[in-house]
């Protein structure tokens, strides 16, 4: 079964704080995703990764920056934390077959974030 | 106006009873999918399709490409099925999803 691992399930930050989240998929998937989910809202894509080093702003990336090191890591930052940004935080994997046209995503068990 | 609506918000049943989710979508996609996700956050993949109808246990999910339409039936309703049930759709020239903004399910023993 692929996995998809995100270092912390709670977190609490303070205002200004730079905070690193981090995702590891051993599936060798190509795609890498970060969302964050608020109430009313559903899931909303702050950047998404094709490959090692690619990145792509996705519908809300202000106020984030993210890393692709390695295939299997990708990190979300949040240079400096705001309130504002307490949400949870998921992030998904999906294999690339030459375009990622409706490829099935697998999710890690999310990140609950508080910035206080 | 979010491009996918789900209906309905809330849905609470008894165990036993048959289920149907419904998701609506205003553009052309190359995919829908549906998820599952539990109280404490992780959410799970339980189908994606682009045509007629798929089938995994008691989970039963259709598509009306025509209609832009889906909808999830669980047979046979568990309290272990209460969950959020998520839609998304894969719109055309776009590769990222739209996601609706979840179904809220609760099974009563």
């Known amino acids: 079964d692929v996995k998809v691992t995100q270092s912390s399930r709670y977190l609490v930050k303070r205002t200004g704080e730079k905070v690193f989240l981090e995702c590891v998929q051993d599936?060798?998937?190509?795609?890498m995703f970060w969302y964050r989910q608020d109430p009313g809202l559903g899931l909303r894509l702050i950047y998404f990764?094709?490959?090692?080093?690619?990145?792509e702003k996705g519908d809300i990336p202000e106020g984030y920056s993210v890393s692709r090191e390695k295939k299997e890591r990708f990190s979300l930052i949040l240079e400096s934390a705001s309130t504002n940004q307490t949400s949870m935080y998921l992030c998904?994997?999906?294999?690339?077959?030459?375009?990622?046209?409706?490829?099935?995503?697998?999710f890690g068990s999310g990140t609950q974030l508080s910035v206080l | 106006k979010n491009e996918v609506e789900q209906s309905p918000q809330n849905l609470t049943a008894q165990e036993g009873e048959f289920i149907t989710i419904n998701c609506s979508y205003s553009v052309g996609i190359s995919a829908l999918h549906w998820l599952q996700q539990h109280p404490g956050g992780g959410i799970v993949s339980l189908f994606m399709?682009?045509?007629g109808k798929k089938k995994h246990g008691r989970l039963i999910a259709t598509i009306n490409i025509q209609e832009k339409h889906s909808s999830l039936h669980i047979t046979a309703s568990h309290p272990r099925d209460s969950a959020v049930y998520i839609c998304?759709?894969?719109?055309?020239?776009?590769?990222?999803?739209?996601f609706g903004t979840g179904t809220r399910l609760t099974i009563i023993p």
């Open positions: 998304a759709v894969s719109l055309f020239g776009n590769e990222k999803l739209t």
């Open positions: 990764s094709y490959d090692v080093k690619m990145k």
């Open positions: 998904a994997s999906s294999l690339s077959a030459g375009g990622f046209l409706g490829e099935k995503l697998f």
């Open positions: 599936m060798d998937h190509e795609n």
């Open positions: 399709l682009s045509s």
